[in-house]
């Protein structure tokens, strides 16, 4: 085993008196602030695409659903076919996360009888 020829034997390595200790490593997470900040800056992002789009597809086009139909612009149609999917998504991930939670729950209660 070789021997740090800087450090006394087996001895850790101090802070020499007046150096500053190292400052301990702060995950790179920024403020709610921040976090709301960037949200609202790609939210308004988002949205002057979206406006951008529906005034170039401005087509009218005739729609059929579930035996009713209608015309109405291009990019209204499928504006609301991608919040109707989004909805559809948001509701599959509700479902998921209360799926979990439960499953959560009722592990926590049978670990807390094993406990007593």
Do not use: C, Y
């Not at 200790?21 to 949205?47: H, K, N, Q, S, Y």
């Amino acid at each position: 085993m070789t021997e740090d020829p800087l450090t006394p034997h087996g001895q850790e390595p101090t802070v020499p008196p007046g150096m500053p200790e190292a400052a301990p490593v702060r995950p790179a997470v920024g403020t709610r602030a921040g976090v709301v900040w960037t949200f609202t800056v790609v939210a308004l992002i988002v949205l002057v695409f979206l406006v951008v789009f529906m005034v170039q597809n401005q087509d009218r086009v005739t729609v059929f659903f579930l035996g009713f139909h209608g015309q109405l612009a291009l990019g209204i149609a499928m504006l609301i076919a991608a919040v109707a999917g989004a909805t559809v998504v948001a509701i599959a991930g509700a479902v998921r996360i209360i799926q979990l939670r439960s499953r959560a729950r009722t592990s926590a209660k049978r670990e807390g009888r094993r406990g007593r």
